[in-house]
């Protein structure tokens, strides 16, 4: 599986000569949400950084495309890897914000189908914002995750292979579930291939590699700009399929649960707006 490109924020998949593979990227700058520098849903990472003391996570999906929940064989539930990763990069800070995550599906909200099966940046902003009418405001953060059917639509055209996108400058993220269970070779992966694509993209949100949250040391991919060089981290650009779901499950069972490496860890805890 590989993980990385374009930049500012997607995770694509892709099934290549029996690997699956995933490079994460991002929106062309035309469709990083330019129109919403005065969108209530978007992001202040300095004030994320300083003043935040509360964050909450919202999560919405289709019929159908429901989000996977449960748990894992030591029952650590799915969603946990998710709010774990996000407590692991305030960690130490001097504002530590209390995290919220749903695990649960009745935690999270169904809405209704949308009878569409693809989807621009535009579209899913306006979906977001026809979810909820929730704002930023300076001490409490909320991050909004849409679970849709179909596909993502850029400037290219329809890309059947994109798992989800972070838009840039916002809090939204939306995760494409058909691409994951119709490319997946082994429905057990599925989950841990559904959390590795939200931690990756909740990185890039949060400033992550280079983008927005200066480098403590120099660890960006000069190849593949905005991910980590280090293949022991979650936003590592390139893996094989095999060797990530290996990484998954190590770091999963072994009780840490945390993606990411050291080297992003240190730039989010050293970040001083």
């Not at 495309?65 to 029952?75: K, S, Y």
């Not at 407590?87 to 935690?107: C, H, W, Y």
């Not at 329809?158 to 997946?184: E, K, L, M, R, W």
């Amino acid at each position: 599986m590989k993980l990385g490109s374009y930049f500012p924020r997607c995770l694509f998949l892709y099934l290549l000569s029996g690997f699956l593979l995933a490079p994460a990227g991002c929106l062309p700058e035309t469709e990083s949400v330019q129109e919403t520098q005065q969108d209530p849903m978007a992001l202040n990472l300095p004030a994320l950084y300083s003043i935040v003391i509360s964050i909450t996570v919202h999560v919405a999906y289709e019929p159908g495309v429901e989000p996977f929940t449960g748990a894992t064989p030591n029952n650590v539930k799915y969603w946990s890897v998710f709010e774990n990763n996000m407590n692991a990069l305030f960690q130490g800070r001097f504002t530590e914000p209390e995290i919220s995550v749903p695990k649960d599906i009745q935690d999270m909200e169904q809405i209704p189908a949308q009878d569409q099966m693809t989807w621009t940046a535009t579209q899913i902003m306006n979906l977001a914002r026809d979810t909820w009418d929730l704002p930023q405001t300076p001490n409490n953060a909320d991050f909004y995750v849409l679970f849709v059917r179909g596909n993502f639509m850029d400037q290219g055209g329809v890309d059947s292979n994109a798992i989800g996108i972070a838009i840039g400058g916002t809090s939204v993220v939306a995760v494409f579930q058909d691409v994951i269970t119709a490319s997946s070779s082994s429905p057990s992966d599925d989950p841990f291939i559904e959390q590795v694509t939200l931690v990756h993209e909740l990185g890039h949100s949060l400033g992550l590699v280079n983008s927005g949250v200066p480098m403590v040391s120099d660890h960006e991919d000069p190849g593949h700009p905005h991910h980590c060089a280090h293949e022991d981290c979650v936003m590592y650009w390139e893996y094989e399929r095999a060797n990530l779901v290996e990484f998954i499950h190590e770091v999963i069972t072994n009780g840490s649960e945390i993606l990411f490496g050291d080297e992003c860890l240190n730039d989010a805890r050293s970040f001083e707006p």
